[in-house]
């Protein structure tokens, strides 16, 4: 019976890794479609992007990994310090290396990010952990590297150097 719920449980790790990739890819197709002309076909890419999402959302819960928000900042600050302090690194060490120059700029656009991500959220737990809210009225997103900054956007990124009017804005 142990052998049994093991195995259930890799191949729901499994299904919830394949469905949030599909969820993403989805986005990607749409985003494409949408350049090139094709409206109608990014509306298909999104919405069964969206019913990949609902999988791997069922399979996460079905995982028992949707905690209470102070566990899911710390799964959160765990996730990005994980990606700031050891796997990217690799990955860009790895892509210098190797001389690929397309590999070397997007680990490096995401490292950069992964370190901000990962001090928002020790910020938000020390709020959640008060009882308070994260005070924010507005997050800025770089299109390009991801770089991301709050309630005050950048002339140009830090990071790429794109132009601050061009950023994605949370409200």
């Given at each position: 019976m142990v052998?049994?719920?093991?195995?259930t449980?890799?191949?729901?790790?499994e299904?919830f890794?394949?469905?949030?990739?599909a969820h993403?890819?989805y986005l990607?197709?749409?985003e494409?479609?949408?350049?090139?002309?094709?409206p109608?076909i990014?509306?298909?890419?999104?919405?069964?992007?969206?019913?990949?999402f609902?999988?791997?959302k069922n399979?996460?819960?079905a995982l028992?990994?949707l905690?209470?928000?102070p566990?899911n900042?710390?799964?959160a600050?765990?996730?990005?310090?994980?990606e700031?302090?050891e796997?990217?690194?690799v990955?860009?060490n790895?892509?210098e290396?190797?001389g690929?120059r397309?590999?070397?700029?997007t680990?490096?656009?995401?490292?950069?990010?992964?370190k901000?991500?990962a001090?928002?959220?020790a910020?938000a737990?020390e709020?959640?952990?008060?009882?308070e809210?994260?005070?924010?009225k507005?997050?800025?997103?770089?299109?390009v590297?991801?770089?991301?900054?709050?309630?005050?956007?950048?002339?140009k990124c830090p990071?790429?150097g794109?132009?601050?009017?061009?950023?994605?804005?949370?409200?």
């Open positions: 052998a049994e719920r093991k195995m449980r890799k191949f729901l790790e299904a890794a394949g469905e949030s990739m993403m890819k990607i197709f749409a494409q479609a949408e350049k090139e002309g094709y109608n990014a509306k298909l890419f999104r919405a069964i992007a969206y019913a990949e609902v999988h791997a399979h996460f819960i028992g990994k905690g209470k928000t566990e900042l710390q799964e600050i765990n996730g990005e310090t994980h700031v302090e796997m990217y690194p990955f860009k790895a892509a290396f190797q690929e397309d590999a070397v700029r680990t490096h656009y995401a490292l950069e990010a992964e901000i991500h001090d928002f959220y910020k737990k709020r959640v952990e008060k009882g809210d994260f005070e924010i507005k997050v800025y997103i770089c299109p590297c991801g770089y991301t900054a709050v309630d005050e956007i950048p002339e990071v790429c794109v132009p601050g009017d061009k950023f994605v804005v949370f409200e």
